[in-house]
């Protein structure tokens, strides 16, 4: 297997607390997806952030990459009880047309 | 339709049984990506379609399994003599994207779960 390493494997925060993920990859990389996945389901894009970015922001979301430590984290803001879902990083590896994921952090908020 | 769709949402197989899964990716997406989630896992790279050509077929665990995307829109992932490890969610994504690299958002359809008896 290729995948990536996500921790914590799993969290559990109370509603209106911050969440933060990490992930670690192992390529060069084109950019960086962050995707939630509630149970049984597709995947929701949530964030992209390019090789040459180091933090980005969306609502509640901040990403930060640290190219040369080969790692990003996902930041959630405020949490709400329909964040609790999986999250997963996925890199586009440089080079080819390929993503790899992490294997992801499961979220739950506590209403 | 507005999104990805996949077809069917559930398939049980016997084991040595061919099935085709089909996906529908969205109307002027140039990029389809064919993904396998075992349980607890994240997605795993399967084959890259850009319009009709197979670009990386890299992912695909053996010789029983194949893709197509013959006018560049729907495209099948066929697994053929399938064997119970094949048991997974199959997703598929659709990119707008054309050009060397298509590493742009995707877009992912429900997926379907086979299991194989």
């Known amino acids: 297997s290729q995948q990536g390493e996500e921790d914590p494997q799993a969290l559990s925060i109370q509603e209106g607390e911050n969440a933060t993920m990490n992930c670690s990859y192992k390529t060069s990389i084109n950019n960086l997806q962050w995707y939630r996945q509630n149970s049984g389901r597709g995947l929701v894009h949530l964030i992209l952030?390019?090789?040459?970015?180091r933090e980005k922001h969306s609502g509640r979301l901040r990403v930060t990459l640290d190219t040369s430590k080969k790692s990003s984290s996902l930041l959630i803001t405020a949490s709400r009880a329909a964040d609790t879902a999986s999250y997963f990083c996925a890199t586009g590896v440089s080079g080819t047309y390929k993503y790899i994921f992490g294997t992801g952090t499961r979220l739950k908020v506590l209403a | 339709g507005a999104g990805v769709s996949q077809s069917p949402r559930y398939k049980v197989a016997k084991r040595g049984q061919d099935v085709a899964l089909r996906c529908d990716p969205i109307?002027?997406?140039?990029?389809l990506f064919w993904y396998q989630q075992a349980l607890g896992q994240g997605p795993e790279f399967l084959t890259y379609?850009?319009?009709?050509?197979?670009?990386?077929k890299s992912g695909l665990p053996s010789d029983r399994f194949f893709a197509e995307r013959p006018e560049g829109s729907v495209s099948t992932l066929k697994i053929q003599r399938t064997q119970q490890e094949d048991s997974a969610v199959y997703l598929c994504?659709?990119?707008?994207?054309?050009?060397?690299?298509?590493?742009?958002?995707?877009?992912f359809g429900p997926g379907t779960r086979l299991l194989v008896l």
């Open positions: 379609f850009q319009n009709e050509a197979q670009l990386d």
């Open positions: 109307s002027g997406h140039v990029s």
């Open positions: 994504a659709s990119s707008l994207v054309y050009g060397a690299s298509a590493q742009e958002t995707q877009y």
């Open positions: 952030i390019r090789s040459n970015e």
